[in-house]
């Protein structure tokens, strides 16, 4: 197994700069989330690493050795694609060990390890089966073997639940992280499901038009967004933000928002009077009489365990997370509070999060 | 009234529409069936049944015509063909019924020989070469892509035998005229236009992941496409070269025209084959007849994969 890194990595297909100094470094065993919108670059990135592209400019390194204009058959990793790319005319058998088959190893050695696959991925008794007869989800259990059954250095991963209806993907991501934990194998894994990177990351980048907006935990991606996109992007609903004009001394711990003082993180910054976002998650969001924010309640989504309310202010519609049992009326007036220490505050011009004692103690930046 | 009142599905036809589809099928096949028939019924007819007035459709068939097709014969007297031995074999026994001895094969075995060696050989040459450039067309970024692809396509847009006279001159010159190379090569260069226009849509669909997911397992480009992209587009493959195939092996022009002794092919042929006092349809009908043979194997042997789906479901889409 192996360490990746990736350094300023560039990727153009003539006008269109698709990647934009990429950098970042997945350890050895670790497992990145390559997360974006469609056309942010994210597979672009994957498939330079894999060999696939050629970068405009940067380096791409695997266990220390530059392999940046290698040939993707040289760099011994694992590619699973989104369609699967199983071989329509081979069987089972045949499609997990055609990489063994390209290696030119031996049909004894060949055949063990092809079996051994398929009982890591309880496929045992579907190898001599056509793989036109299977199921998406065994589909990409087959295609899954096809890649680790080369011990490779790692395995690069481009949205392969894609195609799985939602039942088979949640059975799916649970056996991809369960088989990630039993193989230690560093992973890249690209995928435009929020979900999906949330439940098996140790680290996810958000990626952006072309840019690498923030590489973090999940945690510190959902609690401790870095740029208005990343704040957007994660979470569903998606967070709350009230555009505001003020400024801000370094040390403050409210903000006036209106004619009312919000409590936020310890500002560590100073800023002159400019547009600024407040950031507020729907589950930090609380009914209060005395709330600093009043609205009118415009319905509610009930989701089974919660409820998702939304309320038209003078700032825009909010959403607020609320258990499920409590009763809402439409029209009502009400007022909202929020949880002062999860709180972001935003630079609208540019994007950035404003450094506040929020995101001291993040795992990563 | 009741039926128009009962269920019936939007998108399955109805029963009467069917009916109607099959008969229209069955018709069109008759009408492009009965020129087939007639020549082969022709072929087992007797010169006098073949011109015969009103046509016969019952009579006693005869192998003259095939015997008239392989060989060529000389009339003698009476007197001279019983100072011969027994008749040697079927067809000479015919020859003397009608004061004729066999005088020896006829140049249809050697014209048929040249018509498998052209049609096959350009086929496989348009096909492969076709396969190539599609294949490239189809996965590179190729300078000018569009252009390149009209102007080959922009071969086809006049018939071949406008060329017919240039071809010819600039043949005579290189050495060509009258060469089974010749007319390999021009069959070769009238049908790649077609093949990599057919096989670049075939390869289209080939989803890439399958030659990239080779390419990471260790092959190289070439061997991904041979071991991958080929066995996928055999149906495209079989389609194309059935239609590569027909196509030199009917054609006549440019047979006529560049042809004589050597090179010459089947089509030329047959329609020469003159027996006494006229043309021996028998034997034209039993030329053509055999003639028709190995298009139809070729397409009975291929139409597997005619009907076989592209990828048949492992890629989900």
């Keep these: 197994m192996a360490q990746i890194r990736v350094e300023a990595l560039n990727k153009s297909f003539g006008e269109f700069h698709a990647v934009k100094g990429a950098s970042f470094t997945v350890d050895d065993g670790q497992f990145l989330c390559l997360l974006g919108p469609s056309g942010c670059g994210k597979t672009t990135t994957l498939r330079m690493i894999a060999g696939l592209e050629l970068p405009t400019s940067g380096t791409i390194s695997v266990d220390g050795e530059d392999v940046t204009m290698n040939r993707a058959s040289a760099r011994d990793i694992a590619f699973v694609f989104q369609l699967f790319a199983l071989y329509p005319h081979m069987n089972v058998r045949r499609n997990i060990g055609f990489p063994l088959k390209c290696e030119g190893i031996g049909a004894a050695e060949c055949d063990r390890r092809v079996v051994e696959a398929a009982r890591i991925l309880r496929i045992s008794h579907l190898l001599d089966r056509s793989v036109s007869t299977l199921t998406g989800g065994d589909r990409q259990r087959v295609a899954l073997g096809r890649a680790i059954v080369r011990k490779p250095k790692c395995f690069l991963m481009d949205e392969p639940l894609g195609a799985l209806d939602t039942e088979m993907r949640e059975a799916m991501i649970q056996e991809l992280r369960a088989l990630h934990d039993r193989l230690g194998a560093t992973t890249v894994y690209v995928t435009h499901d929020q979900l999906e990177a949330m439940a098996m990351a140790d680290l996810i980048a958000v990626m952006n038009n072309g840019v690498v907006e923030q590489i973090a935990s999940p945690r510190d991606i959902y609690d401790r967004p870095v740029s208005l996109f990343v704040a957007d992007f994660i979470g569903s609903p998606a967070m709350n933000f009230l555009p505001f004009r003020g400024s801000l001394q370094a040390g403050a711990q409210a903000i006036r928002l209106g004619d009312r003082e919000v409590a936020i993180p310890t500002a560590r910054e100073a800023l002159v009077e400019s547009d600024l976002v407040l950031g507020v998650r729907p589950e930090h969001v609380r009914f209060s009489d005395s709330g600093v924010v009043r609205g009118e309640i415009y319905g509610s989504e009930y989701l089974g365990t919660t409820q998702i309310v939304t309320v038209t202010t003078s700032y825009g519609a909010l959403k607020a997370r609320s258990p499920a049992s409590m009763p809402f009326q439409i029209g009502v007036n009400v007022g909202l509070d929020f949880r002062p220490d999860t709180l972001s505050l935003f630079d609208q011009g540019s994007g950035r999060a404003i450094r506040t004692a929020l995101y001291e103690g993040g795992e990563h930046g | ?317």
């Design chain 2, 1 to 317: 009234m009741s039926a128009s009142n009962a269920a019936h599905s939007v998108v399955e036809p109805s029963t009467g529409t069917r009916r109607f589809a099959g008969l229209l099928v069955i018709l069109y096949a008759i009408i492009t069936m009965v020129p087939l028939i007639w020549i082969v019924l022709t072929s087992f007819k007797s010169p006098d049944d073949a011109i015969s007035y009103p046509p016969k459709v019952f009579f006693k068939p005869s192998l003259e015509g095939y015997c008239n097709v392989f060989t060529t014969r000389s009339r003698q007297t009476q007197e001279f063909i019983q100072t011969l031995g027994p008749p040697q074999g079927l067809c000479d026994n015919i020859a003397r019924s009608r004061n004729m001895v066999v005088a020896g094969p006829s140049n249809y075995v050697p014209r048929f020989i040249n018509s498998l060696i052209i049609a096959f050989g350009s086929t496989v040459l348009a096909v492969a070469l076709g396969t190539l450039s599609a294949y490239g067309f189809s996965r590179f970024r190729v300078p000018l892509k569009d252009d390149l692809l009209f102007f080959i396509l922009s071969t086809r847009m006049m018939p071949p035998i406008a060329v017919a006279i240039p071809i010819y001159l600039m043949y005579r010159t290189v050495g060509l005229s009258d060469t089974r190379l010749g007319m390999i090569l021009l069959y070769t260069s009238v049908n790649v236009s077609l093949a990599v226009w057919l096989l670049k849509g075939f390869i289209d669909e080939i989803p890439r992941e399958y030659e990239e997911a080779a390419m990471i397992d260790g092959y190289t480009r070439f061997q991904a496409f041979v071991k991958v992209v080929l066995p996928q587009a055999t149906t495209g493959i079989a389609a194309t070269a059935i239609f590569c195939l027909i196509f030199a092996w009917n054609e006549y022009a440019f047979a006529v025209l560049l042809t004589s002794g050597n090179a010459q092919t089947a089509p030329p042929f047959i329609p020469i084959i003159i027996g006494e006092g006229g043309q021996d349809w028998p034997a034209v009908a039993a030329g053509t007849t055999i003639f028709l043979v190995p298009i139809v194997v070729f397409t009975v042997l291929l139409r597997k994969h005619l009907l076989r789906g592209i990828t048949f479901g492992a890629v989900r889409k």
